[in-house]
């Protein structure tokens, strides 16, 4: 069965320097995985996927990730964190042929000035 | 371009009374649709899904169901809520065609039952 695990329950970087948030997978086959942000009491927003092609991956709001196939991971990273940019954070993976997907349980990433 | 709209925002229920939220889809057709639920601000379960009007597949057993009476409505409803089904849930919808697609939720309905 698919599933994704999130190592860390909360991340502290300074603002300013870069921040790298754990994921990693498993899947039978080929994985499409994916990221997502939540800020409180909203719903979540797509921040990138992995599908197939280029092992980084760039997305919204300056963030990427980089796929690992012999470490089956998918971190998310970006090079210089911003305040705003604390809020929880989410690594998904698709299950299935209907579109569903397994979400892990979570990273709250909190950058301090 | 595509919206998703779920309402109410935010509702509180006694024990033992009913519920119905709803989720509307609008700028697609023919669109998956989802029913995920989050407890204490972290992971996210999936409750409910459906390909198509009239197809749910429920993925947790629960005191909850879903419907789907029109192509671009979802609706989670329940004929008792349990103080356990207090939670944040979020309906979410994705492309048929882009099944390599990622999901796109609604702003979420949090539901405290007292």
């Known amino acids: 069965a698919q599933s994704v695990a999130q190592p860390e329950d909360q991340v502290n970087v300074a603002e300013g320097n870069p921040l790298t948030v754990k994921c990693t997978y498993s899947?039978?086959?080929?994985?499409?995985l994916f990221w997502y942000v939540q800020y409180p009491n909203r719903g979540l927003q797509f921040l990138l996927k992995y599908i197939t092609g280029d092992n980084l991956v760039k997305g919204s709001y300056g963030f990427e990730a980089e796929f690992n196939k012999s470490q089956t991971s998918f971190h998310l990273k970006k090079p210089s964190a911003l305040v705003s940019d604390s809020a929880l954070y989410f690594c998904a993976v698709k299950a299935g042929n209907t579109g569903k997907l397994i979400f892990g349980q979570g990273t709250t990433l909190q950058v301090k000035p | 371009s595509q919206t998703i709209h779920q309402w109410p925002a935010t509702l509180v229920q006694p024990v033992g009374s009913p519920l119905s939220l709803e989720c509307t889809v609008e700028g697609t057709s023919n669109p998956n649709l989802y029913w995920y639920r989050q407890a204490a601000g972290r992971g996210l379960q999936l409750l409910f899904y459906s390909v198509g009007i009239g197809q749910i597949s429920s993925e947790v057993p629960q005191n909850l169901s879903a419907s789907r009476p029109q192509d671009r409505q979802f609706i989670l409803s329940s004929k008792k809520l349990l103080l356990s089904d207090s939670g944040f849930y979020l309906c979410?919808?994705?492309?048929?065609?882009?099944?390599?697609?990622?999901?796109?939720f609604g702003e979420g309905s949090r539901l405290t039952v007292l």
């Open positions: 899947v039978s086959g080929n994985p499409y």
């Open positions: 979410a919808w994705s492309g048929l065609a882009a099944n390599t697609g990622e999901l796109f």
